[in-house]
């Protein structure tokens, strides 16, 4: 079982930066594929980036390409999602999620553990 607690998000203007962390809990954080997921009010929980166990490869949503960065350090427990050039139509509840397979997936309904979310806001 993994536990994964979200920070860093908070109200960013337009253009602006944040650097979202996941930390995780248990001692096989590094046989879990890592994604960042996004979900507004009304609307499906998205794929935003996901990254393979070893950090070697990467995915990314069309939109987020260029300006999101995905990484992670297995010493650490952690998944980060570095976000640049932020605009308004970014701002959602992001959550990471880990999924058992050694594939990057998207479809939220196959990652098997996430977590509680955190607020991302930009103003215009």
């Known amino acids: 079982q993994v536990q994964l607690i979200e920070s860093g998000g908070g109200l960013v203007q337009d253009g602006g930066s944040l650097r979202l962390s996941c930390a995780a809990s248990?001692?096989?954080?590094?046989?879990?594929?890592m994604g960042w997921f996004r979900q507004v009010p009304g609307k499906e929980r998205k794929f935003v980036a996901g990254?393979?166990?070893?950090?070697?490869?990467?995915r990314y949503e069309n939109s987020v390409k260029g300006r999101f960065t995905i990484s992670r350090d297995n010493a650490k427990n952690a998944v980060y999602l570095q976000m640049n050039s932020l605009k308004p139509e970014d701002a959602a509840v992001y959550y990471c999620?880990?999924?058992?397979?050694?594939?990057?997936?998207?479809?939220?309904?196959?990652?098997?553990?996430w977590g509680q979310g955190t607020q991302v806001t930009v103003s215009s």
């Open positions: 248990g001692r096989t954080f590094s046989t879990y594929v």
């Open positions: 999620a880990a999924d058992r397979t050694f594939m990057i997936r998207t479809t939220p309904n196959e990652y098997d553990y």
């Open positions: 990254i393979s166990r070893d950090g070697g490869s990467t």
